[in-house]
């Protein structure tokens, strides 16, 4: 059961350490680290500030819960009491008006806007718990030993990391088996191990939620198992609610006969869990080919219409980044605005000048203001990569950045 504390803070520069000391003690009590939680409370801190340096009365909600493996802050705000456009990773950190916005988008893992109702802004920030790195020596298997298919226990992640980056070089978070144990229990991701009698380990098999559909990583395979794993993890996923299954990095060991190539040889695939009833998606007229290419591929049931700059939009987008330990990036938009393909450009610049070797933009087809953005990408020197159907609201489109 989630775990949450709430506060509403009038818009006073007294109430500040009202605010902050509630997301301190209440990520305490939920057992992030000293440097999680003045973070979180930074972040609270400097939007209470700014929001409330116009005067005029109001109060800011402040919500802090417990998500099992991170900790998250919402901050409620009027819409107008906040330029959202200050949290992008571009803005100047010298402007004295908006450095404090900007330093408290930089302390969390991950940022989220939305606009609800009555034009009320939610700005959320959330801090990973610390998990640490463990080493552990790999356990191969003998050749053409027997294995079981079950789920990984704690003490076996620290080991199939090891082999998975020895073997594959994408060991990542495999690494962190708290995380990993912890993220399986609360369903966050689920996993398949080939485990042999005596311990020997000779393979793993990943998935999360992405979208309405649910993203493969693997097999990861150390013996013959590939096809054993990925029976078990499609009759798993069988019974869950996913429109289908993705495999966004495919290794070598993916059976043959399994999934349908989504792009090029070598690139993403797919397979289709649930009858596709349909769906409407947007998409800007020069990327119309390419879709409807992916469409055809998969015969979807699709109503493709042309994506529109409509009016009023804000002259300012909101873009959100994460980076990947392979040393990828990818953006996101978080709101819509005229300047999207100055943003881009813009993020671009600075994720290579942090040595990020490659970004991609992703771009939810099912809504509207999200899918024009792709005209601007295409301008910006973005070229699409691959369609995944129902990866989002509707059919969620890559594309690659300019290297």
Not at 189 to 210: D, T
Not at 276 to 292: M, Q, S, T, Y
Not at 321 to 341: H, K, Q, R, W, Y
Request: with cysteine; aromatic share 6%.
């Amino acid at each position: 059961m989630e775990r949450e504390v709430s506060v509403s803070v009038p818009f006073e520069i007294a109430m500040i350490p009202v605010a902050t000391s509630v997301v301190e003690r209440a990520s305490e009590a939920f057992g992030l680290d000293r440097r999680g939680q003045l973070g979180l409370a930074l972040a609270a801190e400097e939007i209470l500030a700014f929001a409330g340096s116009s005067g005029g009365g109001g109060a800011m909600e402040v919500v802090c819960s417990d998500r099992g493996v991170s900790i998250r802050v919402e901050c409620r705000v009027p819409r107008e009491r906040l330029p959202l456009e200050a949290f992008n990773m571009t803005s100047r950190s010298d402007d004295p008006d908006r450095m404090g916005l900007v330093l408290a988008a930089r302390s969390a893992h991950r940022m989220g806007v939305s606009l609800e109702k009555g034009d009320l802004a939610v700005i959320s920030f959330e801090r990973e718990r610390e998990y640490r790195e463990v080493s552990a020596e790999p356990l191969y298997p003998d050749q053409d030993e027997p294995m079981e298919i079950g789920i990984p226990r704690p003490d076996e992640w620290p080991h199939l990391a090891a082999q998975v980056e020895e073997r594959y070089g994408r060991g990542g978070d495999l690494k962190k088996a708290g995380l990993m144990a912890r993220s399986l229990e609360l369903g966050l991701i689920g996993a398949l191990v080939a485990r042999s009698p005596r311990g020997r380990l000779g393979g793993l098999v990943l998935w999360r939620p992405m979208g309405r559909v649910i993203e493969l990583r693997g097999p990861f395979c150390f013996s013959s198992v590939g096809r054993e794993l990925v029976e078990e993890a499609l009759r798993t996923l069988g019974k869950s609610d996913a429109m289908g299954i993705v495999v966004d990095r495919p290794v070598s060991d993916v059976p043959e006969g399994y999934f349908e190539p989504l792009s090029s040889p070598g690139g993403a695939l797919f397979r289709q869990l649930r009858e596709d009833n349909g769906a409407l998606i947007w998409v800007p007229d020069d990327l119309r080919p390419f879709v409807e290419d992916g469409v055809d591929r998969l015969e979807l049931p699709r109503d493709i219409r042309s994506a529109e700059r409509r009016e009023g939009l804000d002259e300012k987008s909101l873009l959100a980044v994460s980076t990947e330990v392979d040393g990828s990036a990818v953006i996101e938009p978080l709101l819509a605005g005229n300047d999207v393909g100055e943003n881009l450009l813009a993020h671009l610049y600075a994720l290579t000048e942090r040595g990020v070797r490659s970004v991609s933009f992703h771009l939810d087809l099912g809504r509207p203001d999200f899918a024009y953005m792709a005209q601007s990408a295409l301008e910006a020197g973005f070229i699409p990569k691959v369609l995944i159907p129902w990866g989002g609201r509707g059919d969620l489109l890559v594309m690659e950045g300019p290297r």
